[in-house]
């Protein structure tokens, strides 16, 4: 029933800036923590950024921080992440999760490919 749907991916030249949506469903949105994790080629999955249920308090991987930014609407069940000064070193599947109370549960991901 979690159902978790990633959108806004594409292709950026280095410098520029897109913005992640992830559409959530089946659960008590406001009430988990959320998060990013991606995935770059032939590596494995590597979390980025978390925000709490209020989306009050959010955390950063030190490769995004200062030029992701995470947020939330609860009211309207999505989570976001503003990539901006996009590095190749960016390029990934960017998957959105909920941490669930036994497990997380991430959606299929959306391709973000940062190149010149």
């Known amino acids: 029933q979690v159902q978790l749907v990633e959108s806004g991916g594409g292709l950026v030249q280095p410098g520029g800036s897109l913005r992640l949506s992830c559409v959530g469903s089946?659960?008590?949105?406001?009430?988990?923590?959320m998060g990013w994790v991606r995935q770059a080629p032939g590596k494995g999955l590597d979390w980025v950024s978390d925000i709490d249920g209020a989306g009050h308090a959010t955390y950063y991987a030190d490769s995004v921080k200062g030029r992701f930014t995470i947020s939330r609407d609860n009211a309207k069940n999505v989570l976001y992440l503003q990539l901006s000064s996009l590095k190749p070193e960016d390029t990934a599947v960017y998957y959105c999760?909920?941490?669930?109370?036994?497990?997380?549960?991430w959606g299929q991901g959306t391709q973000v490919t940062v190149s010149s």
């Open positions: 089946g659960f008590t949105f406001s009430g988990y923590s």
């Open positions: 999760a909920v941490h669930l109370l036994y497990r997380d549960y």
